[in-house]
């Protein structure tokens, strides 16, 4: 590791604050894809047990 790549100093407050908001929307998104994913195969399952 290089010495650029060590930070000298921790992050400021409104920095911690966009990264922390960062990691919950990311968090969020990620929660919304799979809870959408299993939508689609529930009404998938269901289809297929009331038509085949």
Same mark, same amino acid.
């Given at each position: 590791?290089?010495?650029?790549a060590?930070?000298?100093?921790?992050?400021?407050a409104?920095?911690?604050?966009r990264?922390a #908001?960062?990691v919950v929307? %990311?968090? *969020?998104?990620?929660?919304? !894809?799979?809870? #959408?994913?299993?939508?689609v %195969?529930? *009404?998938?399952?269901?289809? !297929?047990?009331?038509?085949?």
């Amino acid at each position: 590791m290089t010495a650029s790549a060590v930070p000298s100093e921790p992050p400021s407050a409104p920095q911690r604050r966009r990264r922390a #908001a960062r990691v919950v929307l %990311a968090h *969020l998104v990620r929660g919304l !894809a799979y809870g #959408a994913g299993t939508a689609v %195969a529930g *009404l998938l399952a269901y289809w !297929a047990q009331q038509y085949l």
